[in-house]
């Protein structure tokens, strides 16, 4: 079946650091690729995401690839704010068939930016 | 806009009682609402998926006849968890989604922390 691991947290940078968060993945077809945010006492909140093999997503300047090769889509953003803290998750879904797409969760990365 | 609410966000009740959790969709209409259990440190899990005015789809291993959902609306979908016992207790959220599940974005709301003594 489809998994998605990404590295164990949590993280603590200063700010103005740049961060990484690794997400690989196994799937047996083509699947799209997300990354989503969490912030305190806040439902999940779609961050970028990457449909294709080399598409990059971004969004609040955070970056994320689609490497077919690697089989990863590691979470960028060259400069953090504070205002970053929360827990970061990355998905994917797959065509399980009919309409429905499901989604497929990493156990989530908590991220705190400390000013 | 694409806002999801969730209620209650916390509940605790006694083993053995049964405890309804409501999702809506505030501003747009949802056609296919999920469900997902998170254990702490754990990935979100997909229980059920549910189209409106259909019976829910449950993901393998999820107990239908324990987990009840109805989506009797295009902005209301209800768990009810039914004889709850402690180890049901968990983090649930939902989401929903205003296509047929085609691939549109799903909303989430804020979770509800069900806690079973």
């Known amino acids: 079946g489809n998994s998605v691991t990404q590295m164990e947290g949590p993280v603590t940078l200063s700010e103005e650091a740049f961060l990484t968060i690794n997400c690989t993945y196994t799937?047996?077809?083509?699947?799209?690729l997300f990354w989503y945010v969490q912030y305190p006492g806040e439902g999940l909140q779609l961050l970028l995401k990457?449909?294709?093999?080399?598409d990059k997503g971004s969004n609040k300047g955070f970056e994320a690839t689609y490497r077919k090769e690697t089989t990863s889509f590691h979470l960028e953003k060259g400069s953090v704010q504070v205002s970053d803290s929360a827990v970061y998750f990355c998905?994917?879904?797959?065509?399980?068939?009919?309409?429905?797409?499901?989604?497929?969760f990493g156990k989530g990365t908590l991220l705190t930016v400390n000013p | 806009g694409a806002v999801v609410s969730q209620h209650p966000s916390r509940v605790i009740c006694k083993s053995g009682t049964s405890v309804k959790i409501e999702c809506r969709s505030l501003?747009?209409?949802?056609?296919?609402m999920f469900w997902y259990r998170q254990f702490p440190k754990q990935s979100l899990m997909l229980m059920a998926t549910?189209?409106?005015?259909?019976?829910?789809?449950?993901e393998q291993g999820v107990e239908k006849d324990k987990f009840l959902i109805n989506h009797a609306s295009l902005t209301l979908s209800t768990l009810t968890v039914t004889s709850a016992h402690p180890e049901d207790s968990s983090f649930y959220i939902c989401?929903?989604?205003?296509?047929?599940?085609?691939?549109?974005?799903?909303?989430f709301g804020p979770g509800t922390r069900l806690t079973v003594l």
């Open positions: 989401s929903a989604s205003p296509g047929l599940a085609g691939g549109d974005e799903q909303f």
């Open positions: 799937a047996t077809g083509y699947p799209s």
């Open positions: 990457a449909t294709k093999a080399d």
């Open positions: 998905a994917l879904t797959e065509n399980s068939g009919g309409s429905n797409y499901k989604l497929t």
């Open positions: 501003d747009f209409q949802a056609t296919t």
């Open positions: 549910s189209n409106e005015g259909s019976k829910a789809t449950y």
